[in-house]
C-alpha cells in the first residue's frame, strides 16, 4: 500500500465519506474518493445520503477537493519575529478568541496545518491591527485540506 492509499484507508474510518456515484463532481471529490477506501466489513460509517438532490444537480456544499495544497505550518519560530509587542499581542489574543487557546496552539505550534480558510483569517486579523508586512510561517507543507 503506498502513502496515500494508507492515509485514506485510516481516514475513511472516521471522516465524512461520499457514495453518490452520479454527482458530477464525484471525479475531483475528496469524500468521493477516500469513500472508496471503506472496509466493506464495517457496519456502520458517516456518509451522505446519495439521494440528496443537491447532489445529483452538482450543488453539494460539502463537495472538498481532492488536490493536495500548500500550506504553511507553525507560528513559532518567524510569525510574530518583526512585530511590535502591542501588535502581535492584539493578534494573538484575538486568535485565541477565534478559535480557542488548544486550536490556537495546535497551529502555532505546528500540529495542524494552516488550511487556506483559517490562513484568510489570520491575515485578515493581521490587517485589522495594522500589520501589513508579509507574514512568515516557520514551514509550509503539502496536504490535503480535510
Not at 471525479?27 to 446519495?50: F, H, K
Not at 504553511?72 to 492584539?90: C, L, N, T, V, W
Not at 495546535?106 to 500589520?131: E, K, M, N
Request: neutral net charge.
Amino acid at each position: 500500500m503506498n502513502h496515500k492509499e494508507t492515509i485514506f484507508t485510516e481516514k475513511a474510518k472516521k471522516y465524512f465519506v461520499c457514495f453518490a456515484d452520479q454527482c458530477p463532481l464525484h471525479t475531483t471529490c475528496l469524500r468521493w474518493e477516500v469513500g472508496q477506501y471503506v472496509d466493506a466489513d464495517e457496519e456502520a460509517i458517516l456518509s451522505m445520503n446519495p439521494r440528496n438532490r443537491h447532489i445529483a444537480q452538482g450543488d453539494c456544499r460539502y463537495y472538498q477537493n481532492n488536490q493536495p495544497v500548500k500550506m504553511p505550518i507553525g507560528m513559532s519560530k518567524y510569525f510574530y519575529y518583526d512585530m511590535p509587542r502591542h501588535i502581535e499581542q492584539a493578534i494573538k489574543q484575538s486568535l485565541i478568541d477565534h478559535y480557542g487557546r488548544y486550536t490556537y496552539y495546535r497551529y502555532h505550534s505546528a500540529h495542524r496545518p494552516i488550511t487556506p480558510d483559517v490562513l484568510q483569517v489570520i491575515q485578515s486579523v493581521c490587517q485589522r491591527f495594522g500589520w501589513t508586512q508579509p507574514l512568515r510561517f516557520d514551514d509550509e507543507v503539502e496536504d490535503y485540506v480535510w
